[in-house]
């Protein structure tokens, strides 16, 4: 099964400059709690927008670049996005999608859960989450609204998954 993790602002925003354009340490300790041990898929720009590869998971880089390369047995670079939808909607694992919006856009349609950290607050950006139609999915888990406390920036979790 295919899950999209995100954090999106009140406006839709989910980038800057190839950047999150926030820091909110409890939203990235939720990311590595989810993802860990688990294969990811990603656009190339939100793999360059990473810091590194990240310890304990599988990165799935898509680009359209047949000479992209990355020198690490933790990295696969796909450039057909069908055989992947093929491959992993319909698999017991599960595998995340976790941006940018190009990806997100491309794999929403086949997706069963959404793990979304919705930002109380409006960002300017350059990338927005996709529209979703969130009849199509209910609600799992909805946390409380949680403070930053360095920024006081108001955070949710909320897990969707798919009727
Ligand atoms: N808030 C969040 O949770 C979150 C999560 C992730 C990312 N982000 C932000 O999102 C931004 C990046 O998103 P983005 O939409 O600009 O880029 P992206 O979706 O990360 O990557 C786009 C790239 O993916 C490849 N691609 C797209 N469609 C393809 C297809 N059909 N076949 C093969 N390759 C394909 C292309 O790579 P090539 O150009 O190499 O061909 C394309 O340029 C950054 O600001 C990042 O910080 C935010």
């Given amino acids: 099964m295919l899950s999209i993790s995100v954090a ?3 406006n839709n925003v989910i980038g800057i400059d190839n950047k999150l354009p926030w820091h909110i340490s409890e939203d ?3 990311f590595k709690k989810i993802t860990s041990e688990k294969k990811m898929i990603m656009g190339r720009k939100a793999f ?4 590194g590869i990240l310890p304990n998971r599988e990165h799935i880089i898509v680009t359209r670049n047949k000479n992209y390369k990355v020198d690490s047995d933790k990295v696969t670079i796909v450039h057909d996005l069908d055989s992947l939808i093929k491959e992993y909607s319909k698999c017991d694992d599960e595998i995340f999608v976790i941006g940018g919006a190009e990806i997100y856009e491309h794999f929403l349609p086949y997706v069963d859960k959404i793990y979304l950290t919705t930002i109380d607050e409006d960002f300017k950006g350059d990338t927005f989450f996709p529209e979703v139609n969130y009849d199509e999915f209910k609600v799992e888990y909805k946390s409380e609204k949680f403070t930053d406390e360095k920024n006081g920036l108001h955070y949710t979790f909320i897990d969707y998954k798919r009727i």
Avoid: D
Wanted: net charge positive; proline share 10%; hydrophobic share 40%.
């Fill in 48 to 51: 360059e927008s990473l810091p």
């Fill in 8 to 10: 999106v602002a009140n």
């Fill in 28 to 30: 990235l300790k939720r």
